[in-house]
């Protein structure tokens, strides 16, 4: 690749053909493959080339790279979120902007490639999901009703993670309107009648047994005895072993 600012080259990771298989209720999917996929970064200037540029971005991107603002990140925070912080600065669709950062959960969350799970990676997570839902509540009305439609799901599952169960139901029951709308609107109501349920029991799993594939609930379930599964867990488990 060829850095946008400064002309670097440099080799990066690009993905060929994958396959996943359904997905956390955060949208992360499961696969063989790792998710997210990383991201190019001119590795003198540290550019994240989350897309292509127009010249005008360019010259913006040129300006911002260099900012105490954006080297402290360079250190402290994801790719992703770095590529979402660029994308707010260059006035992007908020929508787009807004899946850069849920991406940028899925790098700090539990289970992701470079999370430890350790305190400052909880810390980062509560602040990306918290950015997160307050960029959903700001959408603006010219928004793809598509994209606020899972926006709207994935930052109610943010806040059942954070366990803002309240808050959570009602973003659910305003995304209900939306959801009635959908090509696969019984599809999608039945979704969020599933997260819904898990939300009114406080459920704040990243992977709520429930809200996953059945693959993987099975395996989970497997894996886990009275240390790891809380007793809500393994009652969801029972059921998942009597399923066929």
Do not use: H
Request: proline share 8%; hydrophobic share 40%.
């Amino acid at each position: 690749m060829t850095c946008p600012v400064g002309g670097e080259r440099f080799s990066a990771w690009r993905s060929g053909s994958y396959s996943t298989y359904g997905s956390r209720p955060d949208g992360k999917p499961f696969s063989y493959m790792t998710f997210p996929f990383p991201l190019p970064e001119c590795p003198s200037n540290k550019l994240i080339v989350f897309d292509d540029f127009k010249p005008d971005e360019v010259k913006a991107l040129a300006t911002l790279i260099e900012t105490p603002e954006y080297k402290r990140m360079v250190k402290a925070e994801t790719p992703y979120y770095r590529a979402y912080w660029l994308s707010t600065r260059l006035d992007r669709p908020a929508a787009g902007t807004l899946w850069l950062l849920l991406r940028a959960i899925w790098e700090v969350s539990p289970g992701s490639r470079d999370a430890s799970d350790t305190p400052a990676d909880r810390t980062r997570m509560d602040r990306y999901q918290q950015a997160f839902v307050a960029g959903v509540r700001r959408l603006p009305g010219s928004a793809d009703a598509q994209d606020r439609l899972w926006l709207m799901i994935r930052a109610a599952n943010a806040l059942r993670q954070m366990g803002r169960f309240s808050e959570a139901q009602r973003l659910l029951a305003d995304a209900r309107p939306l959801a009635a709308q959908d090509k696969n609107a019984a599809a999608v109501a039945a979704y969020i009648d599933q997260m819904a349920r898990a939300t009114a029991r406080k459920d704040a799993d990243v992977e709520p047994i429930d809200l996953i594939p059945q693959r993987e609930a099975k395996r989970r379930c497997e894996a886990g005895d009275a240390t790891t599964l809380s007793p809500v867990q393994q009652a969801l488990c029972r059921d998942v072993k009597n399923e066929p």
